[in-house]
């Protein structure tokens, strides 16, 4: 063990050791958020000068303090709420939906290694990745100033969408930590069934420093609107910010930042490991598909803290995203059992469930800037892609991607995310981009443009993950190695690596 944290301290000071330390800001730090204005607003007009008063000021009055940002108690019960919201979805969510699919032999490995996963990523984030994603740097990687949560204290604030509203810090490194832990634990399904358990730990460690934080830090990195007074500030936040979020990205809770990233990490390490001992000629059918249907149900619930969370107050546009992640689910699901009904005779479980989590991932990215409608149609056409995802494009791809972890999730983000920059247009329901120097949404949207600059977002996630994966995954198998033995993979996980199993024989 001390060797593995001596080599993971070593790599994140190679990474990392060139960036400047930031200083704290006095300002809320940033937070995901809608982007401000695509470019700083030209026609902003400026305030009306102020009435002439009807008595000079005493000579040694001392002019008007600013008011100071509202933490407001709704705000903050909502955002403690979501977080355990999105905790259900991880533990015990995701682990059950994946412990349904896999054999009955490797239902503990699965469990254990997205619960460990939760723990470990929960203990490296208030150690630097909060810092890392959420500080000033430069547009692809935050700094050290809150390493091990340095000035985050009770009285420390957050931004959140509104000017002059913001949150407790501690609630919102709590509500990201949730995010940062559920982001590994959902690759591990891509290579279930054969992986040794430290490897998983050990490259989970790496992809989360090199890979998770940098995305994070350059889609959801902002100084907060607070920052943003007029064309001049905007472009000094739109500077400092990550790369991106100043490109006008549209992220709301996590489509490429989530569900891209680790859908490609786990097509590569799907890749890079191989397949599993018989795969193609011995059935490796989900050995419970109740417990896979309570995982999934657990997992809709929790999304509702994922994304209506995403928005860190209690408030229309909440509520908005609340009842997107309902109704865009609820159409995935009919699409893909309607799709599987005509391709294969029959609508299975497996493939319902399937639906549910298609369209979970494809309205992530979308949640707070669609319509009601806009979800609606972006949840059926989730569920079409996604299908084709896991049956055709899978068989394309030649990959034993085990739980369908690209399928799902990498090609859900990615049309999520994309249809984001389609139905966020206000001709189809959508919020457009906000200016917050007009404090206004903006007067004009470009279908086309915001498309290209969410494709610029999916092609940067793709190509940074699976670069980061494929080196990380390498450089595991070259010092401690990747795979189990082909006795201990036939035997079963639980019993050869945990040395227990799920069920009485």
Known sequence: MKRLFSYIALTAALAFGGNAIAQDKAAAPAAEAKPAAAAPAEAAKPAAAPAAPS???????????????????????????????????????????????????????????VFVCFCMIAVLWVIY?????????????????KMFLSGVNADAVAATFSKGVVIPELAFVAFQLTFAAITPALIVGAFAERVKFSAVLVFLVLWFTFAYLPIAHMVWYWDGPDAITDAKTLETVTAAAGWLWAKGALDFAGGTVVHLNAGIAGLVGAYVIGKRVGYGKES??????????????????????????SNLEANGTTAAAFLNTLVATAAATLSWSLIESIGKGKASMLGAVSGAVAGL??????????GTMG???????????????????????G????????????????????????????????????????????????????VVI??????????????????????????????????????????????????RM
């Open 399 to 450: 990959a034993d991607d085990s739980l369908d972890v690209f399928g799902v999730h990498g090609v859900g983000g990615a049309t999520g995310a994309i249809l984001t920059g389609v139905f966020a247009a206000p001709s189809l329901g959508g919020t457009g981009i906000y200016d917050y120097v007009a404090n206004k949404a903006g007067d004009a949207y470009s279908i086309w443009d915001q």
């Open 284 to 309: 490796m059918a989900p050995h419970n598909l109740p417990l896979t249907m309570v995982g999934a149900c657990l997992l809709w619930v929790g999304w509702f803290g994922f994304n209506a969370g």
């Open 454 to 503: 969410q494709a610029t977002g999916c092609l940067t996630t793709l190509v940074w993950s699976g670069v980061v994966a494929f080196i990380a995954f390498k450089l595991v198998d070259l010092t401690i190695g990747l795979r189990v033995t082909e006795e201990e993979e036939r035997e079963g996980l639980d019993v050869s690596t945990h040395g227990e199993g799920a069920y």
């Open 55 to 113: 008595a000079a000021p005493a000579a040694d009055a001392k002019p008007a303090e600013a008011p100071k940002p509202k933490v407001d108690k709704g705000d903050t019960a909502w955002m403690l709420v979501a977080t355990c919201l999105v905790i259900l979805m991880t533990i015990p969510g995701l682990a059950l939906f994946y412990a349904g699919m896999v054999r009955s032999k490797n239902v503990l490995s699965v469990l254990m290694q």
């Open 129 to 145: 990745g909060y810092s890392v994603a959420f500080s000033g740097g430069n547009a692809y990687f935050g700094g050290f100033s």
């Open 375 to 397: 979800a609606l149609v972006l949840g059926a056409i989730a569920g079409l892609v996604c299908y084709w995802g896991v049956n055709g494009l899978k068989r394309l791809l």
């Open 361 to 370: 991932v494809a309205i992530t990215p979308a949640c707070g800037f669609v």
